[in-house]
């Protein structure tokens, strides 16, 4: 009675977090719908060879996220960049994956911080969008990333979720190794990850990522030569174009409406970031 009584609540706790935490509770544990893909070619922007196409986390409309297939589907459909996050494992090996856990699309449960390479691989990705369509996908290096980036014709675009000097270095070095550095971008919500980067490297592209724009962020832009990629729900008008009135290069994330792309475009946004848009 006992043990089916814990059954019950359990089950009860579930729903409720289901019900609070809307599509990305959902998404857990029912799976992720494939969006709607649309065309820039169908808005009303006459020159479209101007706006840049990320693909966010991959081609991740199409494919399960921050996977091989969901980066070589980016490079399939001629998307400027892909888009990836990193962390680091505890033997020092940088691997891609979005959240802090594997447990949101593998069929593991590990703190990527405390798990080894080695361990990492006993896992597949069984959750994300297409799934069924992609068996046996692992959580890839960052290395094997490149590789795409490489022999695909791609831009690596990397969001650095943390990392000491020495390690950030290290990605700088994994791009020479594939002649990538030039035409690389380095992305993330960590200002001094980014600051880090911009003092082994002034010429190498970076976006600071923001939530909302303010004085302060327009300012580290300007003052280190960063790029600005921001929230595109969060900023009005009035201080998108501010930040653009500053020569500071601007990118919306993460963008799958057309109408909200032609605003954005007329704003002076030159860089989108997507799940679901395509040339």
Known sequence: MYKKKIKIISIIL??????????????LFLGYDAPEIKKLSDSNIKYTEDIKLTAHRGFSGVAPENT???????????????????????DGVWVIYHDDNIFRLTNGYKNIAEATYDELQEYVIDNGVNVEKYPNQKIPTLEEFL???KDMSITPQIEIKKGSKDKLLEILNLLDKYGLREQAMIISFNIEAIKTIRELDEKIEIWYLVEEITEIEMNECVNNNFALAFNHKKND???????????IKL???????????EQLYNMGVKYITTNAVIY
């Open 14 to 27: 579930v729903i409720a977090i289901v019900i609070s935490g809307g599509v990305y509770v959902a998404d």
């Open 251 to 261: 990118c919306a994330w993460t963008v799958d409406e057309l109408e909200k792309i």
């Open 237 to 247: 008008e009035e201080i998108i174009k501010k930040a653009s009135g500053k020569n």
């Open 68 to 90: 091989i297939a969901a980066f070589e589907k980016a490079a399939e459909y001629n998307f400027f960049a892909a888009e990836c996050d990193v962390h680091l494992t505890s």
């Open 147 to 149: 590789v795409v980036c």
